[in-house]
Nanobody, 120 residues
């Protein structure tokens, strides 16, 4: 059974930090591109960050609004992907979703989401 379980969301003040985790099971984690998406109230879901499969030199990509503030990483030994979020802004408030994607396998898996609220 495929599972992606996010954790680490919560309420944080502007300028603060949070670290999201996504624990994966039931599929070949190391063979999948891992992504974080977010969806703010009344807005479409957007891709925030992605990390490739490579163990030695994984490539990362970020949407412009989070570059320099967010860092995506993965631990293939723990089947977990992380999103370190620093210098948080109110506009970062959203439900954050973990996604696993494989073009080779034609597979796309989603977690249930974790809420991040940035407010004073």
């Amino acid at each position: 059974q495929v599972q992606l379980v996010e954790s680490g969301g919560g309420l944080v003040q502007p300028g603060g930090s949070l670290r999201l985790s996504c624990a994966a099971s039931g599929f070949a984690f190391s063979s999948y591109v891992m992504r974080w998406y977010r969806q703010a109230p009344g807005k479409e879901r957007e891709l925030v960050a992605a990390i490739t499969r490579s163990i030695i030199y994984p490539r990362t990509d970020y949407t412009d609004s989070v570059k320099g503030r967010f860092t995506i990483s993965r631990d293939n030994g723990k089947n977990t992907v992380y999103l370190q979020m620093d210098s948080l802004k109110p506009d970062d408030t959203a439900v954050y979703f973990c996604n696993a994607h494989s073009d080779l396998r034609g597979s796309d898996y989603w977690g249930q989401g974790t809420l991040v609220t940035v407010s004073s």
